[in-house]
């Protein structure tokens, strides 16, 4: 279930980055990026459609 309400208050990420290091914070980016690749691919391709159709174009706007 989507909700608008924020799962945290923003300054608490200050708390996150005081008590893990670099490295942590590399190492969760990534796998956060790698997940939303994957999402971005498996959606593509479950949505894109053989194009079957033909342009028609109308000149007669053209200058």
């Known amino acids: 279930m989507l909700s608008k309400k924020l ?3 923003a300054s608490l990420t200050v708390t996150f980055r005081k008590r ?4 942590v914070i590399d190492e969760i980016n990534e796998r956060i990026c790698v997940k939303a690749v994957k999402k971005l ?3 593509k391709t479950a949505t894109t459609k053989e194009n079957r159709g ?3 174009s109308d000149a007669a706007g053209a200058t």
């Open 54 to 56: 033909a342009l028609l």
């Open 20 to 23: 893990l290091n670099a490295t």
């Open 7 to 9: 799962p945290f208050d």
């Open 41 to 43: 691919k498996t959606d």
